[in-house]
């Protein structure tokens, strides 16, 4: 079936060191969305993606979509405590307007200071 | 007050026992969507419902039953509760249009003894 897979599982970090996490799936999406879940909390919405190619930037968080939408990456430049959690992406599979919002599996950053 | 309200936060329950976790939200949105998070797993669908009448089934629906009561509620019920199903549960929410952020819950950790 559709899947959206997300790399590495976990990453542990020192401060100040950089990160990234990448998705794929195993279909064209019409826009790949990320989230971040603190420990303990709840995934919330960090950015979505819409075009082909596409950079975002938040602060020192870079969001990119691949050139053919499936495939998606995140990445954090000089690693901060506050960025420890869990980053998942997540793409509305099943096609047109009955999609399944699917997620990866996500990517646990724990940052030693 | 949240947007996306769960209700209860915690609950422990016995082997065959039923249960209920209650979803309501103020976001006037028409998807709902459980989600179940596993350490390792991520966020994995259990149903999801486009309107009060449309109710599809997730990717591990097995074991659970939902019920749409209105827009803004949609219930999980576990018929007969087994300890595979402890796990930490998320009731979320999205638009049905082209943005397709999805709101979460403050999530149920349900453990089945």
């Known amino acids: 079936g559709q899947q959206v897979m997300q790399i590495p599982q976990y990453q542990h970090v020192q401060e100040g060191e950089d990160f990234t996490t990448y998705c794929n799936s195993s279909t064209t999406l019409s826009n790949i969305q990320w989230y971040k879940q603190r420990p303990g909390g709840h995934p919330v919405f960090l950015i979505q993606?819409?075009?082909?190619?596409e950079v975002k930037k938040q602060k020192r968080l870079t969001f990119q979509f691949g050139e053919a939408k499936k495939n998606s990456s995140l990445h954090i430049t000089a690693t901060q405590t506050t960025d420890v959690g869990t980053y998942f992406c997540a793409g509305p599979l099943g096609g047109g307007s009955n999609y399944k919002l699917t997620f990866g599996k996500g990517t646990l950053l724990t940052v030693n200071p | 007050d949240a947007d996306v309200t769960q209700t209860p936060r915690n609950r422990i329950t016995k082997t065959g026992k039923r249960i209920m976790l209650e979803c309501s939200q103020t976001?006037?949105?028409?998807?709902m969507y459980w989600y179940r998070q596993d350490p390792g797993l991520g966020l994995r669908l259990i149903y999801y419902s486009f309107d009060v009448k449309d109710i599809n089934k997730g990717e591990i629906s097995d074991g659970y039953s939902v019920s749409r009561q209105a827009q803004a509620k949609f219930s999980l019920s576990l018929e007969s509760a087994i300890p595979n199903q402890t796990a930490l549960y998320f009731c979320?929410?999205?638009?049905?249009?082209?943005?397709?952020?999805?709101?979460f819950g403050q999530g149920t950790r349900l453990t089945v003894v």
């Open positions: 979320a929410t999205s638009d049905g249009g082209s943005k397709t952020e999805a709101f």
């Open positions: 976001k006037g949105h028409d998807r």
């Open positions: 993606l819409v075009k082909s190619g």
